[in-house]
């Protein structure tokens, strides 16, 4: 049995184009953030305290659609939106 089952997989089958658009419009992704990163990806949010663990949601091609302090949050807010909410870290 082969011990790495990648040998035989080429890993750059997609372009980062097309993978930003696997999704759209159906799948949106929640990612925990620092206080401090919330200017680079909210520039219009207030300024907020550093040090804070939150949660953003984006939709599948990056887009950032929403920011709160509970993942719960985000995820719900995901599905009011009909979308299908997955974490990445």
Request: charged share 20%.
């Amino acid at each position: 049995m082969n011990s790495n089952m990648n040998d035989n997989v080429p890993t750059h089958m997609i372009s980062p184009e097309a993978l930003a658009l696997l999704g759209d419009g159906e799948i949106a992704y929640v990612k925990s953030i620092r206080s401090e990163d919330v200017p680079t990806l909210f520039p219009q949010a207030p300024q907020i305290a550093p040090g804070l663990k939150l949660f953003a949601l984006h939709a599948a091609d990056g887009t950032p659609i929403m920011l709160t302090d509970s993942r719960e949050a985000a995820v719900a807010n995901a599905w009011r939106q009909k979308l299908e909410a997955v974490s990445v870290h």
